[in-house]
């Protein structure tokens, strides 16, 4: 049974930093295509990051490139996503996502495998 485990949100001021972690079981990240998310109430799921299975490429959403970083340790098979200077606007719930093959890496829709989701609040 695939199970995506997150952990790592918070409460943080601007201008701070949090590395989210996506451990997975039952799944090998290093041959899946992986994807973060995030919801803010009242609002649709969006898109920030996703590493293409057996691409080099890491893809980001412009909101949010040069401030976050997606990775993924292999050893660990855990993935994670480092979010540097944040800001008020970041504040949602984040969602990593899994799938074995994507249609359209940005489309919440097409991921078969979700975490449970890390609440980030970004506040003075």
């Known amino acids: 049974q695939v199970q995506l485990i997150e952990s790592g949100g918070g409460l943080v001021q601007p201008g701070g930093s949090l590395r989210l972690s996506c451990a997975a079981f039952?799944?090998?990240?290093?041959?899946?295509?992986m994807g973060w998310f995030r919801q803010a109430p009242g609002t649709e799921r969006e898109f920030l990051s996703a590493?293409?299975?057996?691409?080099?490429?890491?893809h980001y959403a412009d909101s949010v490139k040069g401030r976050f970083t997606s990775s993924i340790d292999n050893a660990r098979n855990t993935a994670y996503l480092q979010m540097n200077d944040l800001k008020p606007e970041d504040t949602a719930v984040y969602y990593c996502?899994?799938?074995?093959?994507?249609?359209?890496?940005?489309?919440?829709?097409?991921?078969?495998?979700w975490g449970r989701g890390a609440q980030v609040a970004v506040s003075s």
């Open positions: 996502a899994a799938a074995l093959g994507v249609a359209n890496l940005r489309v919440s829709g097409d991921y078969g495998y």
């Open positions: 039952g799944l090998t990240l290093s041959r899946s295509t």
């Open positions: 590493i293409i299975w057996g691409s080099p490429d890491v």
